[in-house]
T-cell receptor, first 113, second 115 residues
Framework: GENVEQHPSTLSVQEGDSAVIKCTYSDSASNYFPWYKQELGKGPQLIIDIRSNVGEKKDQRIAVTLNKTAKHFSLHITETQPEDSAVYFCAASIKAAGNKLTFGGGTRVLVKP | EAGVAQSPRYKIIEKRQSVAFWCNPISGHATLYWYQQILGQGPKLLIQFQNNGVVDDSQLPKDRFSAERLKGVDSTLKIQPAKLEDSAVYLC?????????????FGSGTQLSVL
C-alpha cells in the first residue's frame, strides 16, 4: 500500500520567515495530494491540495509543489504569522481507489513572534 | 454549510468496556470515512462507506471494532472490548461524490482514553 513520509517532524521559524515541509510517497498511482492543518483539539482542516496533472498551486501565502518523477511534494508558507502555528499533515490518495487518504506523520510548526 | 458533526467529544473508559462514537457527515456527502489518530501520528483509515455499503474495511480490527451506516447518512463506530492501545482520537470525514471532487472534510473527533 501507499506510504507517505514527512519531514521535518518539528519546525520553528521566526515570524515573517518562510516554512517548508516536504513529503515523499511510494505509490506512483497516487494522483491527489492535500495538505491539512490541525490545531489543538480540532480535526484536520484542508488548506490546499494539488492534483497530479499540476506542478504547482498557490493560494495567498501558501503554495504546494509536486514532482511526480521524484514522487515528492512540498508545502511552502511565506510571511509566517503566529496563527500559522499548528501541526501540518501531507497526504496522498488514488481517486480510482476511493480517495482513501494516507497521511504523513505530521510536522509541528511553531512561529515565534 | 454545517460541517461534520461528531459526538461525544471525550470519552474515558476502562479496558474491556465497550464504547460507541457517532458521526453525522456534511449533508449530501455519500462517502464517509472513520480514521484513528494516535497521539503524535497522522490519521490512519479504519473504514470507508459509500452510502450504506462498506467500500474498504481492510484496516479495521474486526475482532473488536465494528461500524455501520444503516441509512446512508449517520454512522456509528463501536469498540468492544476496548484495549489500552485503542486510546486515540477517532475522526470522521466525509466527501461529496460529485465529479472530480476529492476533498475530505473532517469532524473535530472523539478523544478516547482507555484506562
Amino acid at each position: 500500500g501507499e506510504n507517505v513520509e514527512q519531514h521535518p517532524s518539528t519546525l520553528s521559524v521566526q515570524e515573517g520567515d518562510s516554512a517548508v515541509i516536504k513529503c515523499t510517497y511510494s505509490d506512483s498511482a497516487s494522483n491527489y495530494f492535500p495538505w491539512y492543518k490541525q490545531e489543538l483539539g480540532k480535526g484536520p482542516q484542508l488548506i490546499i491540495d494539488i492534483r497530479s496533472n499540476v506542478g504547482e498551486k498557490k493560494d495567498q501565502r501558501i503554495a504546494v509543489t509536486l514532482n511526480k518523477t521524484a514522487k515528492h511534494f512540498s508545502l511552502h508558507i511565506t510571511e509566517t504569522q503566529p496563527e500559522d502555528s499548528a501541526v501540518y499533515f501531507c497526504a496522498a490518495s488514488i481517486k480510482a481507489a476511493g480517495n482513501k487518504l494516507t497521511f504523513g506523520g505530521g510536522t509541528r510548526v511553531l512561529v515565534k513572534p | 454549510e454545517a460541517g461534520v458533526a461528531q459526538s461525544p467529544r471525550y470519552k474515558i473508559i476502562e479496558k474491556r468496556q465497550s464504547v460507541a462514537f457517532w458521526c453525522n457527515p456534511i449533508s449530501g456527502h455519500a462517502t464517509l470515512y472513520w480514521y484513528q489518530q494516535i497521539l503524535g501520528q497522522g490519521p490512519k483509515l479504519l473504514i470507508q462507506f459509500q452510502n450504506n455499503g462498506v467500500v474498504d474495511d481492510s484496516q479495521l480490527p474486526k475482532d473488536r471494532f465494528s461500524a455501520e451506516r444503516l441509512k446512508g447518512v449517520d454512522s456509528t463506530l463501536k469498540i468492544q472490548p476496548a484495549k489500552l492501545e485503542d486510546s486515540a482520537v477517532y475522526l470522521c470525514a466525509s466527501r461529496s461524490d460529485s465529479h472530480s471532487n476529492e476533498k475530505l472534510f473532517f469532524g473535530s473527533g472523539t478523544q478516547l482514553s482507555v484506562l
